[in-house]
């Protein structure tokens, strides 16, 4: 493990733990009221355990490339673009431009898709694991609720129990390793 990415894990630990804590208190509520406040208490669970799945993917990549690693998001980004003579497209305007893979460094917090597939490029995640994350990363998208075209009342223990399997596969990678 690279020398720097030892100091926050003890933290990210107890960050673990206490949010494992507040995923029982959650559940706890859920199991006294009925209706869409069990929801509201199973969907706050939801975004507990899917917080700890995106820490631990993020951890685990921290373990391999260090907090100066760099990973590729597989996008480019185009630089330098000059416009072309209208005689090439007179419809539309055409540009040439120079590009270049996008790279994000560990440290700037790379995006939770992002993460991902790096766990999965550097073979830190089998391809079931890799789209089980998938799973528990756009259920956790539903935060953006204006993103949403229903009302997003469908939180159950059922849901919650799939998605902490998961994060127990993951805890488990991250605390053998």
């Given at each position: 493990?690279?020398?720097?990415?030892k100091p926050?894990?003890?933290?990210?630990?107890?960050?673990i733990?206490?949010?494992?804590?507040?995923?029982a208190?959650?559940?706890?509520?859920?199991?006294?009221?009925?209706?869409?406040?069990?929801?509201?208490?199973?969907?706050?669970?939801?975004?507990?355990?899917?917080s700890i799945?995106?820490?631990?993917?993020?951890?685990?990549?921290i373990?391999?490339?260090?907090?100066d690693g760099?990973?590729?998001?597989?996008?480019?980004e185009?630089?330098?673009?000059?416009?072309?003579p209208?005689?090439?497209?007179?419809?539309?305007d055409?540009?040439?431009?120079?590009?270049?893979?996008?790279?994000?460094?560990?440290r700037?917090n790379?995006?939770f898709?992002?993460?991902?597939?790096?766990?999965?490029?550097?073979?830190?995640?089998?391809?079931?694991l890799?789209?089980?994350?998938?799973?528990?990363?756009?259920?956790?998208?539903k935060?953006h609720?204006?993103?949403?075209?229903?009302i997003?009342r469908?939180?159950?223990?059922n849901?919650?129990?799939?998605?902490?399997d998961?994060?127990?596969?993951?805890?488990?990678?991250?605390?053998?390793?």
């Amino acid at each position: 493990m690279p020398s720097n990415a030892k100091p926050n894990e003890s933290i990210l630990r107890g960050n673990i733990e206490w949010h494992i804590e507040l995923i029982a208190v959650q559940i706890r509520h859920a199991e006294k009221v009925k209706g869409r406040a069990r929801s509201g208490y199973y969907k706050l669970a939801t975004l507990l355990v899917a917080s700890i799945v995106e820490a631990v993917v993020h951890a685990l990549l921290i373990r391999k490339l260090g907090i100066d690693g760099v990973i590729s998001t597989g996008d480019y980004e185009t630089y330098e673009c000059s416009l072309l003579p209208k005689t090439f497209c007179p419809q539309e305007d055409l540009v040439i431009c120079k590009r270049r893979s996008e790279n994000i460094q560990m440290r700037k917090n790379p995006d939770f898709a992002v993460l991902n597939r790096a766990c999965l490029k550097e073979k830190l995640l089998s391809e079931k694991l890799f789209k089980k994350v998938e799973s528990v990363r756009k259920i956790r998208n539903k935060i953006h609720i204006q993103g949403l075209d229903y009302i997003d009342r469908s939180y159950t223990k059922n849901n919650l129990v799939k998605l902490a399997d998961v994060m127990n596969s993951l805890l488990s990678l991250y605390y053998v390793s």
